[in-house]
T-cell receptor, first 113, second 114 residues
Framework: DAKTTQPNSMESNEEEPVHLPCNHS???????IHWYRQLPSQGPEYVIH???SNVNNRMASLAIAEDRKSSTLILHRATLRDAAVYYC??????????????FGKGTKLSVKP | DTEVTQTPKHLVMGMTNKKSLKCEQH?????MYWYKQKAKKPPELMFV???????INESVPSRFSPECPNSSLLNLHLHALQPEDSALYLC?????????????FGSGTRLTVV
């Protein structure tokens, strides 16, 4: 499974934008980039996913580098409820691992009031 | 209904007990998954079911036995567990294994083996 690299932790101030980076230099052409977050004492929650183009939804935006070797999850205005561990995951579209989500260590985001 | 429901939320069991974890979804998803998560670690994939058939067993010990009786239900049968099996057990579902859309996770069952 292709690996991702994320900072262990990041801090943000409430109501400011947050940019969470992810490196995935070994990504294959058919891997989708998925982001999930896990709040304390809860299961992971889907945030956003994309293949090549930037994506927006009600929760966040996903910016994907042109060479697809990195991506950035953007929370436009952080709130205290956004404090969580954010996971960047490559989801294979072919082969024996097709469709599997294999979690890396993630980034623990802290939001200060 | 857009949820994955896991029961029980908490379970304490002895090493000689047999217990089962239950997971249910009514979104019409045809792929279902079991994950294990130790404290302060990421979730680890255990089993993958696709159209009610076991597709992947990630070398999980036989004291964990999954079962998918129908397309909405996924069970994890537990027998002769060890204290190191204490963890949060998460169930998830997705449209199917080929879909590029996201998973929906349950809130998990927190298992303590004594």
């Amino acid at each position: 499974d292709a690996k991702t690299t994320q900072p262990n932790s990041m801090e943000s101030n409430e109501e400011e934008p947050v940019h969470l980076p992810c490196n995935h230099s070994t990504i294959s052409g058919t891997d989708y980039i998925h982001w999930y977050r896990q709040l304390p004492s809860q299961g992971p929650e889907y945030v956003i996913h994309g293949l090549t183009s930037n994506v927006n939804n009600r929760m966040a935006s996903l910016a994907i580098a042109e060479d697809r070797k990195s991506s950035t999850l953007i929370l436009h205005r952080a709130t205290l409820r956004d404090a969580a561990v954010y996971y960047c995951i490559l989801r294979a579209n072919y082969g024996g691992s097709q469709g599997n989500l294999i979690f890396g260590k993630g980034t623990k985001l802290s939001v200060k009031p | 209904d857009t949820e994955v429901t896991q029961t029980p939320k908490h379970l304490v069991m002895g090493m000689t007990n047999k217990k089962s974890l239950k997971c249910e979804q009514h979104m019409g998803h045809r792929a279902m998954y079991w994950y294990k998560q130790k404290a302060k670690k990421p979730p680890e994939l255990m089993f993958v079911y696709s159209y009610e058939k076991l597709s992947i067993n990630e070398s999980v010990p036989s004291r964990f036995s999954p079962e998918c009786p129908n397309s909405s239900l996924l069970n994890l049968h537990l027998h002769a567990l060890q204290p190191e099996d204490s963890a949060l057990y998460l169930c998830a579902s997705s449209q199917d294994r080929q879909s590029t859309y996201g998973y929906t996770f349950g809130s998990g069952t927190r298992l303590t083996v004594v």
